[in-house]
């Protein structure tokens, strides 16, 4: 599978922004799906995990409630909508796939994955 992330760009604190991971490959339900975040100087960091079919999606006790993550099979395409940025979200933005698991139960780890998109850099300006 191929991903290609979209989306980021230069916004103010408050403001809100919608990333966009376009599967391609074999059947988009076939996979699930994760968000991730770096920060300059730290390590990846999980943000959000969906199946690729639907289904409820899970986040780190941090983004709730600020960040929505959903997929449309239709589309090919996961999003991850955030809301009131903070300075703090500031980062690059990762979109993930695994071929291996379908039935996403909680929030997964950057080992999980196999397929990485080439990320989208979210600058939130205070």
């Known amino acids: 599978v191929q991903l290609q992330a979209s989306g980021g760009g230069l916004v103010q604190a408050g403001g809100a922004l919608r990333l966009s991971c376009v599967a391609s490959g074999r059947t988009f339900g076939d996979y699930s799906f994760g968000w991730f975040r770096q920060v300059l100087g730290r390590e990846r960091e999980a943000i959000s995990s969906?199946?690729?079919?639907?289904?409820?999606?899970f986040y780190i006790d941090s983004v709730k409630g600020r960040f929505t993550t959903s997929s449309d099979s239709a589309k090919r395409t996961v999003y991850l909508q955030i809301g009131d940025l903070k300075p703090e979200d500031t980062g690059v933005y990762y979109c993930a796939a695994d071929p291996n698991s379908i039935i996403v139960s909680a929030i997964r780890d950057v080992d999980s994955y196999d397929y990485w998109g080439q990320g989208t850099l979210v600058t939130v300006s205070s």
């Open positions: 969906i199946a690729g079919s639907g289904g409820t999606p």
